[in-house]
């Protein structure tokens, strides 16, 4: 057994191409060797902004042997009465690469078949693997790729190189004019030449001496390292640390081939920015990671992590900050600019912003937001209904702003610095911010009451709006994120735990759409099995048992509340033995009552003793749960339902449902209907049965 090392060189590739790339190369080889029938061991990746590299350790010389066993005709069909093959055999044989010399009988289940057992002698490992390295080559895919100069395959970034070793064999393909060999190339700037790697032994060895870090995990904790000491040795800055972020460090991880940290300032004026601004002008246009002081707050200075060591620091340093302090300028004037207009008269010009063709203007939006804001805060927080109306008439105006223009993603953040510029209450510049939360799922939800009640005004419009002009959501076309707002409203309302009826806020959104929606029962209906739909999938990627969940939304779901106080009732008490026979009785129930929904009950009709103890018991649970269920226990009512188990039982052994008598089997209809309607008060537990 040899180790594989295959490494595909390039000009430097975007960041966030880099991991995916290969962990493409990891899946598609460890498909193929298994399509091949090839053992292997660990498979290892490597790679950096120029490199693709794939180190498969173990790999073994050839094939396994294959012993083929292949059924064909029965024996009457293949052979004639002198027991000579027919052509239906000979065409099999000859269509499986064999002749009737290999053809033997044996006895099956449907008596004697002629069957082709083949013996197919693995190929040695060395011949296979040119070809299957050139197609993971050829099949990798990038978010954008181009075919560079005349070359006929695209690829992210033009293919420089090619090395290709089996232990200390060159494997020999080419691809678009560059041939594989055992030689690479070191660090662009400190190490501007090639170098033969002999095996994947020493690959990483030979990289490190030429500068290059090829682990990515090592390569990030150097970067980590790297930005924290140029902060603690530049000494530009006291009390000084790095804001670390996770998702920048990974990015500046596959920007270098080896990371060398530089800290640089800024002036302070430009801390009278907000630190959203600050931030996302290092982080979003540069790279750079902002330095906080030890209780976290902003100051003038940023680190850079730069590709190449560099003899003079300062001219660096001088060179970051030049760049920085332009889009600070930038940032400031646009805030400036911004700060100089009122928040009412960039509330105006949202009629200059198309919301959706069919939908109106981000204005419209606006007006609606603020008349479903305030029935919601009447549900929610009736206190705080005109705080809500306020933080929703203004919550959009920061799309005209010149500071969103050039960074989108500070929408809401800059509402809410505008709002408090302006003196507005602190909690409608709050949640101007956190309207937009969560902005993904799992992410941060609002922290005010304030801010989800606009946060969900304006899911619930975006969601009413879509669905009332018929806008399809499919596996692959979601073009206004439905399904994502649709989690961060279940996410809202769970986290707030408020009893609020989404088909009536949904109804009420379309209506405040007028005549531009279908405002149609059917739509309520489509809008709520949306919804139904990712609370039902988002519980069970939770953990829930799909039948609890099943068993209570597919009776009712309208609020979010109860719907979880029913599952959490159902998942409490299902493991009880008596909760078992009582759901497999219950379906039982179903499979008798069909499609009756008549539950009056004439009690004189009840002749037998087990019919008469069953209502008995009936009268008595409807009571106790109507008691237990108004106040929202539903695991108490679950348990006193528990009481109808033996009454049930005890009615089916002794008492004819289909009774001669109309009177009577209708009768007997109603009650095991009506103890169903009972049952269904919480769920269908016949959905939960084992």
């Known amino acids: 057994m040899r180790d594989l090392l295959y490494e595909i060189g390039t000009e430097e590739l975007p960041a966030s191409f880099v991991q995916p790339a290969l962990k493409q190369m990891q899946e598609k080889f460890e498909k193929k060797a298994e399509e091949l029938k090839i053992q292997h061991g660990a498979i290892i990746v490597k790679g950096t902004p120029r490199r693709l590299a794939l180190i498969v350790e173990g790999i073994a010389d050839k094939q396994e042997d294959i012993r083929e066993e292949l059924l064909g005709p029965s024996v009457k069909a293949g052979k004639d009465s002198e027991g000579k093959f027919t052509k239906a ?10 002749s009737v010399d290999d053809l033997k009988e044996v006895d099956t289940a449907k008596g004697p078949y002629l069957m082709l057992v083949r013996e197919i002698v693995g190929r040695e490992t060395r011949e296979l693997l040119p070809e299957m390295l050139k197609d993971i080559l050829i099949e990798l895919s990038f978010a954008k790729s181009m075919r560079w100069g005349a070359n006929r395959h695209a690829f992210a970034r033009p293919i420089q190189w090619l090395i290709a070793v089996l232990g200390d064999d060159i494997l020999d393909f080419e691809h678009e004019g ?38 990515i995990a090592r390569r990030r904790e150097m970067v980590v390292e790297e930005i924290n000491k140029a902060v603690a040795e530049s000494g530009l800055l006291q009390d000084a640390k790095v804001a670390v972020d996770e998702d920048l460090v ?37 790279k750079y990671f902002p330095v906080v002081n030890s209780e976290g707050k902003l ?44 928040m009412e008269e960039k509330r105006k010009r949202l009629d200059g912003i198309i919301f959706q063709a069919k939908l109106g203007t981000m204005l419209d939006k606006s007006e609606r937001l603020v008349k479903l804001s305030r ?20 919550c959009k105006a920061d799309l005209i702003s010149d500071m969103v223009g050039e960074f989108p993603s500070l929408q809401g953040v800059m ?15 709050v949640a101007i911010k956190e309207h937009y939360m969560p902005k993904r ?59 609020i009826s989404i088909k009536e806020i949904v109804t009420k959104a379309l209506a405040l ?4 929606v279908d405002g149609s029962s059917v739509t309520v209906e489509t809008v709520l099995s949306f919804i139904r739909g990712r609370f039902a999938n988002d519980c069970v990627a939770k953990g829930i048992d799909a039948g609890v969940v099943e068993a209570v939304t597919s009776v009712s779901f309208d609020n979010v509340t109860d719907a979880l106080t029913r599952i959490e009732a159902l998942r409490t008490i299902r493991d009880e033995e008596a909760f078992t026979v009582l759901a497999a009785s219950y379906k039982r129930i179903r499979n008798i009552i069909k499609q009756n929904e008549n539950i009056e009950l004439d009690e004189a009709l009840f002749t037998e003793s087990a019919e008469k103890v069953l209502y008995a018991s009936y009268q008595e649970v409807k009571a106790e749960m109507a008691d237990l269920l108004g106040k929202g226990d539903y695991v108490a009512g679950l348990q006193a339902m528990l009481k109808l188990k033996q009454p049930v039982d005890s009615f089916f052994d002794e008492v004819m449902v289909m009774a001669e008598d109309e009177a009577v089997r209708t009768n007997r209809l109603n009650l095991l209907t009506a103890i169903g309607e009972l049952i269904l008060q919480v769920g269908d537990i016949s959905k939960i049965q084992e």
Request: include cysteine; proline fraction near 3%.
């Open 299 to 342: 100051l003038p200075g940023f680190v850079a992590v730069n590709n190449t060591k560099v003899k003079d620091q300062d001219v660096t340093r001088k060179g970051h900050q030049r760049v920085l302090r332009a889009r600070l300028e930038d940032a400031l004037f646009f805030f400036n600019g911004d700060c100089a207009g009122s």
């Open 415 to 429: 509402g809410y610095a505008y709002a408090r510029n302006e003196n507005e209450a602190e909690e409608v510049a």
């Open 178 to 215: 560059i041939t594989t060999s055992n030689v690479t190339r070191g660090h662009r700037f400190l190490a501007n030449s090639e170098f033969t790697v002999q095996n994947s032994g020493v690959y990483e060895e030979i990289l490190d001496s030429n500068h290059v870090v090829a682990d």
């Open 89 to 98: 055999a000979e065409g099999f044989a000859r269509s499986r690469g064999g």
């Open 250 to 286: 990974d990015l500046v991880n596959n920007l270098v081939e080896k990371p060398f940290g530089v800290c640089g300032n800024f002036d302070e004026k430009f801390l009278k920015l907000p630190e959203e601004v600050l931030i996302t002008s290092m982080r979003e246009h540069q």
């Open 513 to 516: 759409y007028g005549d531009k």
């Open 375 to 394: 029935i919601l805060a009447e549900k929610i927080s009736p206190e705080k209904a005109d705080l809500a109306s306020r933080a929703a008439h203004l």
């Open 441 to 499: 799922s799992g992410a941060e939800l609002p922290a005010s009451e304030v801010g989800a009640i606009v946060a969900l005004a304006d899911r619930f419009d975006t969601l009413a709006g879509c669905f009332g002009i018929g806008q399809k959501v499919t596996g692959t076309a979601d073009p206004f994120g439905l399904r994502r707002l649709s989690l961060a409203v279940l996410a809202i309302l769970i986290d707030g735990r408020w009893d």
